[in-house]
């Protein structure tokens, strides 16, 4: 029962008598006068996020730098954080604050400041714009690139923080926030960040680390992800210049027939990376490291695979049969547990409108590698190399451009056990997922040096991250999905559920 | 020897005496009156290229149109055709325009109004600006898009008419001119152009049909190309919703998991197309119709390879090997006889800088392929698809956005004859090549019914047809090489040659 609640009922007078009758149980606590802050820094909330998309960084575009590391340390001092510091790295800055609350406990809060590109073409409102849109059957959504991924969670976490400073309480627990602005390119430089002697230092002190995220499914269930895959992105490419076959620039098509072709050298350095399924990477000791999941491992996804809806998802993806026509169940532990070899984009030659007579003297495959425990990015690159190598294609260039080893993260952790029950005060008996298929830093933060635990927690959702109408629910037509005030409260419940 | 030298001989006196001597043999033709009106309008001439190039028609992009086609007529009325129609299709409309000299022949002249598509970004000069740039060792060029490709041969056929009528001299053969302008995606729709009943009636009374091109290499010498290769051009592509597999729009890249993959497939089915050298057409049947050179054709083909200058070739290609190693020898008999399948480009998924992690929904290959006699387009179409189907790949579209069947000219035609002439005449003799590897509308003449000798023809010189930088010669610092007023020298030549 949070405070507005308390004070609804309190204006009959049967409730007032209830009162009377157990006035310790209803006593209002610190964090009651908190969540009650909530609703009324509601447009103020809203309006920080959509601030936030206004400015978008990218750093694949080189675009929003170092402007997004700025409004960031001011988004943490606005917040309450005591010191807020840009940290520079090789790439873009960081940002590192603390919140001393004068707690006995910390945790540890991983931001990403930066999204993922777009083109405005695609969206049906301009993804910096972050309208309010009516959503059909979803309620008031944000759509703005960032929406969900991850300005909209993020903000619901600093409002927690700002309901706290409203309220005059101090929070139950001491924050180490860590911002990157390299995410959607692999986090190249976050360890330059989270090892900064003092970043560390504060790091070590905490309980563990989460990244702010709308956990909620569309019917209001909740995973806790105990841990994610790891990733590699990279870019193959056949020129020949390197090759020293074919042409060193573009050359009339008509010459194919005395010339190599790079493109077809790169065709057939791809066809290699996956078996002759189209789908399982053959990439000589890819799956060497692989570790089947343990005991504890399986009997979580078991029992989280039924309450997972097949119709739901497949419609969301736009999706009428999972590879190989496995079952629902099948293909989710395929998704748990298999690494994945998968093309992000093809461009060689001529990619406009119609055709254009030429034989290409270059074509690039951008590339991501998934990974799962205990390989590692750089075993995994190493791995594709030596394939390509071993298969005549050593002169293809493998540019790798970020990525990061696999997560996991211990079901009994505190950091766990505070997730499950902050969902649980807010009525949500949250779900434990063995491993997530997406990837996500985590791993500066669960291996060594720090060892911690870490992982995703936010109640509400969005959806559409790296896509086109990107959106994040303000006002949800669903009791059971949380808006933009119940993600905040999670915060809360999180922050206090860390303290005990 | 021109009216110029003539005119610049008179003025020393014992030229006028050796004039004296020999009246008739240094008697003023008519030729030679209208000669020597091409360098009075050198800078009209050149005007009209720059004029040309600032207005382009590219029916990839759809630009242009009918602006071309109009211009295009306009040009034809002022170069003194009487007749000039705008010939509308099912595409991009066509000119045809008729000058009756009241002389015994016909020529017909087959001009392209449109250009291939550009990207200033890669050009060291705009490429509608047509400047006039110092090319070291060429000597004064036109950089343009369509400067050789091919506005430039064309205009110094127009002016050659302009030469006519500044002399006051009728053309010794009437001239059929039929114009498209969808050259650069195919001709998918010249034969409407070319079976409009008035224009294949001024067609059939012609001794044959040349394209104008700046036919010189860069050390003056010339080919007469006996045929050329037929191409199809079309676009591969797969996709999740033609497939019914893996996602109907773009998801997030973790999903590959337990999702096919547009884009493996379209991998998988493109490595089909060439054997394992990554180069010879492995469709079946794709070799079934190829006939091989008749003896005549070899030793045409024989006499003709030594003539050619490797170094200078690869270094125009910016290569250094050809296929397989072979010799320049064994490369050329292969350019000319073989069948290609050629990428032009390959698009999927994420195309910009960097990563981006999705799944893409869709993946496009663009291909062309050059056929020799007796393949037909429509017959190599249709193994190309019979080849997916039976390979598993029946869903990925085969979408042909242009092409036509190969072409023949016999080396002892009325046309041959009337090329060989006109070159000699500006003293270059000119080499046989049995076939170009490049592709041009020709069978359109040469097919049934017409069945009319055709090829290219001009003096003069440029390159990059098709890239940045596209150039013509306007002013030859190779005195072997013809300029602008020496290519339109070659019209005028040609016309005569045609006469007898």
Request: proline residues 7%; charged residues 20%; glycine residues 10%.
């Amino acid at each position: 029962m949070d405070r507005r609640d308390f004070l609804h009922g309190a204006a009959t007078g049967a409730a007032a008598l209830a009162i009377g009758r157990h006035t310790r149980a209803l006593e209002i606590s610190p964090k009651d006068d908190v969540i009650a802050k909530i609703a009324g820094q509601h447009d103020q909330t809203v309006k920080m996020l959509q601030d936030w998309i206004a400015l978008p960084s990218i750093a694949a575009e080189n675009r929003g730098y170092p402007q997004g590391a700025e409004y960031m340390a001011r988004l943490a001092r606005d917040a309450g954080f005591q010191r807020v510091d840009l940290i520079q790295t090789k790439g873009k800055p960081g940002v590192f604050a603390t919140l001393d609350a004068g707690a006995p406990n910390w945790i540890g809060i991983y931001f990403m400041y930066d999204v993922k590109q777009f083109d405005p073409a695609e969206w049906s409102s301009p993804p910096l714009e972050a309208r309010l849109v009516d959503k059909p059957g979803l309620g008031k959504v944000i759509v703005g690139r960032g929406a969900t991924n991850t300005k909209g969670p993020q903000v619901a976490c600093l409002a927690a923080l700002h309901a706290f400073k409203a309220a005059g309480v101090k929070p139950p627990v001491n924050i180490a926030l860590v911002c990157e602005g390299e995410e959607e390119i692999g986090s190249p430089n976050f360890p330059q960040i989270v090892f900064k002697p003092e970043v560390e230092a504060a790091l070590k002190k905490c309980l563990g680390v989460i990244i702010p995220l709308g956990s909620q499914a569309l019917d209001g269930s909740v995973e806790i992800n105990l841990g994610a895959k790891g990733v590699v992105e990279l870019e193959l490419v056949s020129s020949g210049e390197k090759w020293g076959r074919g042409p060193q620039h573009d050359v009339h098509s008509s010459l194919e027939a005395q010339l190599d072709s790079p493109s077809w050298h790169l065709i057939q350095a791809l066809n290699t990376l996956v078996t002759a399924d189209g789908h399982t990477p053959a990439v000589a000791g890819f799956f060497d490291k692989v570790r089947p999941l343990s005991a504890r491992q399986k009997q979580i996804l078991e029992a989280a695979i039924p309450k997972r809806n097949e119709v739901q998802t497949k419609k969301a993806l736009g999706v009428d049969r999972w590879f190989k026509n496995e079952s629902f169940h099948d293909s989710l532990v395929r998704l748990v547990t298999q690494p994945t070899i998968n093309i992000e984009g093809l461009v060689g030659g001529y990619t406009g409108p119609g055709g254009k007579t030429i034989l290409p003297h270059r074509a690039v495959a951008k590339i991501d590698l998934r990974l799962v425990p205990d390989m590692t990015a750089k075993g995994t690159l190493d791995l594709l190399k030596q394939h390509l190598a071993k298969h005549g294609f050593a002169d293809i260039e493998v540019n790798m451009s970020g990525g990061y080893d696999p997560t996991e993260t211990d079901p009994d952790s505190k950091l766990v056990k505070a997730q499950t029950a902050a969902y649980r005060a807010q009525g949500v008996d949250p779900l434990l997922w063995p491993r997530l298929a997406g990837s996500w830093p985590g791993v500066t933060f669960t291996g060594a040096p720090l060892k911690l635990p870490a992982g995703q927690f936010g109640m509400g959702h969005g959806d559409g991250a790296h896509a086109p109408d990107e959106y994040w629910i303000i006002e949800s037509a669903n009791p059971k999905v949380a808006g933009m005030d119940g993600a905040v409260r999670s915060y809360v419940e999180f922050l206090y559920a860390c303290a005990t």
